[in-house]
């Protein structure tokens, strides 16, 4: 049988002889640490220094700490704001309610409310221009009789309003195309087409004209000024007969538009695809402002809007 006595022994004698050397190291580290004492910055030792500094100072510096403190929160507690001199504002202003003022007595009927913004001056500025138009491209008539040009017979009044309320019923009611409506092989009678025939029809529509004829060629960024006798009327008469509310709506109208045109914008994910975008300021549906926009000179519209 092996006797492993002398080997535990000098194990033993390792070990002690170990865990003696670490234990001795661990003291010596934490001996200096156990001696060490803040060091004062510069001020509060030469305030330490000039000091007499005994019990009975360092409690009296403690009560007058304490009284310090008390006096400063009694000081704090009856302080006051003086009055103030001026009127306060009220945190919120009263809201403005939409407003429409005081028709006339004799709007009652539908063509009355449009009449009220469509009146007379629209009427004559169109009569006026259509036929001065003609005058310009030189339409045949019974004292120009030249072969070059097309027959014209100056527009009147009542044709004009034919005119426009035909339009309208266009945009209402939809057809493959504009001959159709004075279609009378076809289920569908459209009983507008019987005041006015569709040459005549053909003729307005081709010499229609909103504002006076020029003949020096437009900057591009007044494209829209053949539009401004009817919508500097028009955005006269919306202004008014409303008051705006504080809630207004301030946002893009598409009018749709297939012709060609640089100033037209494409939308694929709106309902109108295609068209004019005009810029609107409405409130409770009622449009009250607009202007027009265009892809190639935007920024410069509103300059020219007015």
Partial sequence: MEDYSDSDTSSESEYNSDQMSITGSDYDEDEPTENLEPELSETIYKEYNNCAWNPQAQLQA???????????????????????????LPRSWPARPFDVRILPDYIKHPIDYF??????????????????????KEARNKENKEKKSRWWKAVTLYEMRIFIAILIYMGIVSASNISSYWNKNRLTIHKPM???????????????????PISTRLPIARW???????????????????????????????????GRSKHTLKMKNKLIKKGFKIWALCDHGYLWDFLFYSRTCGKYIYYYSN
């Fill in 62 to 88: 403690q009560l007058n700490a304490t009284h310090l403190a008390q006096l400063h929160a009694e000081i704090k507690a009856r302080a006051q704001l003086p009055d103030p001199t001026y009127q306060k």
């Fill in 194 to 212: 019987e005041y006015i025939t569709f040459f005549r029809f053909e003729q307005i529509k081709r010499y229609f004209h909103i504002s006076p």
């Fill in 224 to 258: 829209h000024t053949k539009l401004s006798p009817l919508s500097d009327l028009l955005r006269t008469k919306f202004k008014a007969y409303v008051v705006l509310g504080q809630d207004v709506s301030f946002d893009k109208m598409m009018v749709l538009f297939s």
């Fill in 115 to 136: 009449e009220l913004f469509w009146g007379s001056e629209v009427w004559n500025t169109l009569v006026e221009n259509t036929n001065a138009y003609t005058q310009y």
